[in-house]
């Protein structure tokens, strides 16, 4: 999950254009721009708790930072602390309302912590406000697919596949979920279809032989 990471340029680029327009540079500023700075250096080097920290103080200063928030979310998901990571998520979704990118990753520890009746509700809401969003579709697939609920799997993983149909791991999603249906044909053809592109995709190996 790249969301932390791809903050990266984003957050450098605003807030030294924000630093560097004359009456808006104080002190504040300069410490929060620091903190992102040294927040971010943290992590590509692997410290994610100095980074998470970095971040935390970002916050001390402004409670309401969308992309402290934001962050710190992300990089509780880092270290596997999932509901740290739901309440930050849902505090950065809580500052903007129209943050897709925040329910998208509010997803990933509501998926980790199995939470899979509040997962679909806000997958089902993602897909509704951007069905083409890769993120929001085929992370719905998984969701149904982890509640067995295969029919509204198959129909979403093909969905995803017709707008991504490069995407083998959604084909890998539809050959399984196929195979719970009990479709064996269907699922032949989509394990085919991966092993085609990759010949030793061992997940597509291990269906076809469970037939």
Do not use: C
């Not at 790249?2 to 254009?17: M, P, R, T």
């Not at 410290?47 to 928030?69: F, P, Q, S």
């Not at 969701?143 to 799997?153: H, P, V």
């Not at 394990?191 to 061992?202: G, Y």
């Amino acid at each position: 999950m790249q969301y932390g990471k791809n903050l990266v340029a984003v957050i450098v680029a605003a807030l030294i254009l924000l630093v560097a327009q004359p009456g808006l540079a104080d002190s504040k500023t300069d410490k929060m721009a620091d903190l992102f700075e040294s927040s971010i250096a943290q992590e590509s080097s692997g410290n994610i708790d100095r980074a998470l920290n970095e971040t935390l103080a970002v916050l001390k200063l402004d409670t309401k930072h969308y992309l402290g928030n934001f962050r710190a979310a992300w990089l509780y998901y880092y270290k596997g602390s999932y509901q740290k990571s739901i309440t930050y998520y849902k505090k950065a979704a809580a500052l903007n309302a129209d943050s897709i990118e925040a329910k998208l990753g509010l997803l990933l520890p509501l998926m980790a912590t199995k939470k899979w009746g509040e997962a679909e509700t806000l997958g089902e809401k993602l897909y509704a406000m951007a069905p083409y969003n890769y993120y929001a579709s085929s992370r719905l697939a998984y969701i149904y697919y982890a509640q067995e609920k295969y029919t509204e799997a198959a129909v979403q993983y093909k969905k995803v596949i017709k707008a991504f149909p490069s995407e083998i791991d959604m084909m890998l999603g539809l050959g399984w979920t196929y195979l719970k249906l009990g479709k064996k044909q269907d699922a032949k053809n989509a394990f085919t279809q991966v092993l085609i592109v990759n010949k030793d995709n061992l997940s597509a190996k291990t269906g076809l032989e469970s037939m």
